[in-house]
């Protein structure tokens, strides 16, 4: 009767007390006895060597803790004078809980906090942090997912420090999020990638760390900068003057300056309301070197539309030529990046790779810092990285060569391989899909 209650059938149980939180059993095991010394391996010569009484925690029951004390007998070898305790199948004796509870904190610790998740149970925190952190090498040793052809390395700002995000920018989807952006993480990231010679573009943003490590690991690929962390310096040019100029006019103009930034930020095509347009022309006139910063603004998006790389150096000399010398402070930081990165930006037009999941990315580091509080960064990066859900998968068929090759060791050795009839077919993994991710954020179920 009280051995059903915990249902584990290698155990007898001695006692129980039950209080308002928690259930302690007193049990013992009801295995066989050793038939060898597990020292030194002599057959049959050992006696019992005292008891000890050992804590392990089990999984709630009824909404209280469990904790089975455990009366575990010792032995001692007549041969080899060594003393051991009885095997207990259903512990992990290291870490003092159930076998079965490692496995309910593995799940439990991608969805709550490590503190609730051992409150919960009655464990430390410090065992949930050491079981989540052995379930994730696990996962990590069991996926593989696949080097992209077009790398991209982001940087976000995530539960407040920089982290790097690593993405396959041909897929959309994200493949590692690491804990520091600087060049050793990189580095030792980058060195450990599978298949390093297929990586034929690297997308990032102008950060230094980034370029040395990959002229270093990956020396073949071309680094691009991504069109859109380049004229997002022009944008900010022109909203260093609008600033500038705040001091000129009366606290109405003012605001209304505030208020139609956004008139000013947006490129002449798109500017389809006339009331905008006039709005634009009022500022313009108002302050011209505004105005001048505008039109450099637009100038410089032009650059973009250039149909080949020539084309667009001619368009930035010209551009830059046009800078006055009034604006030439505020276009500083601009011009520093097109100077500093000159290669890795006009490379983008001969390999017009675009992240065209930035937005994506940054809602989506925005919900995790909002739901992300009490949760460590490594449990954010698991829960996006290891959520099957999230996978962007394809199947791939191998014929005749792989059966060759591998014969028939493959399904052991290889997790994402089957076979089905003649043919065998795997799974190639690209990583959380950005698009199933924020889907399931707006949803509420990440
Ligand atoms: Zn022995």
Redesign the pocket.
């Known amino acids: 009767m009280l051995t059903n209650m915990i249902n584990l059938p290698n155990f007898k149980i001695l006692d129980m007390k039950e209080s308002a939180d928690d259930y302690r059993f007193l049990v013992e095991s009801t295995t066989l006895p050793p038939s060898h ?1 597990l ?4 057959v049959a ?1 050992l006696y019992k060597h005292g008891k000890k009484q050992q804590l392990f925690f089990d999984l709630p029951m009824h909404a209280k803790r469990v904790g089975i004390y455990v009366n575990r007998q010792r032995y001692k ?1 007549r ?2 004078n ?1 003393t051991f305790f009885e095997n207990l199948p259903d512990m992990d004796v290291n870490r003092s809980v159930t076998n079965r509870l490692i496995n309910w904190i593995q799940e439990a610790s991608l969805e709550k906090t490590f503190t609730s998740v051992a409150e919960e149970i009655g464990v430390d925190e410090k065992t949930v942090r050491n079981i989540f952190n052995d379930y994730v090498a696990e996962l990590e040793a069991q996926t593989d997912f696949r080097t992209p052809k077009w790398l991209g390395i982001d940087e976000v700002h995530l539960l407040k420090n920089y982290r790097c995000v690593i993405t396959d920018v041909e897929n959309k989807s994200v493949i590692d999020i690491l804990r520091k952006r600087n060049k050793d993480v990189v580095i030792s990231y980058l060195s450990r990638l599978q298949d390093i010679d297929k990586i034929e573009l690297v997308a990032m943003d102008m950060w230094n760390p980034y370029k040395s490590a990959v002229k270093l690991v990956i020396p073949h690929a071309k680094i691009v900068i991504d069109k859109f962390h380049v004229v997002k310096l022009a944008n900010e040019a022109l909203e260093k003057i609008r600033k500038a100029n705040r001091q000129n006019v009366s606290a109405k103009e003012r605001r209304q300056l505030m208020r139609d930034r956004y008139v000013l930020l947006t490129r002449r095509k798109d500017l389809n309301d006339f009331d905008n347009q006039i709005k634009l022309q009022i500022w313009t006139d108002m302050f011209p070197l505004l105005g001048q910063a505008y039109e450099l603004k637009e100038q410089f998006f032009d650059i973009y539309e250039a149909e080949s790389i020539n084309e667009a150096y001619k368009l930035y000399q010209n551009w830059f030529s046009n800078v006055p010398k009034e604006l030439m402070a505020y276009f500083e930081g601009l011009i520093k990046a097109m100077n500093n990165w000159e290669e890795e930006i006009f490379n983008y037009f001969n390999s017009p790779i675009t992240n065209a999941y930035t937005e994506s990315l940054n809602r989506l580091i925005k919900t995790m810092n909002h739901i992300g509080r009490g949760y460590s960064f490594e449990t954010l990066r698991a829960k996006i990285l290891f959520t099957q859900g999230y996978r962007k998968l394809k199947k791939k068929k191998k014929f005749k060569e792989v059966e060759v090759t591998f014969g028939k060791m493959l399904p052991d050795h290889f997790p994402n391989w089957e076979q089905t009839g003649y043919e065998w077919v795997y799974e190639e993994i690209y990583g959380a899909d950005f698009s199933t991710l924020t889907k399931s954020m707006e949803e509420g179920t990440f």
């Open positions: 010394c020292k030194c391996g002599t010569n070898c041969e080899c060594e």
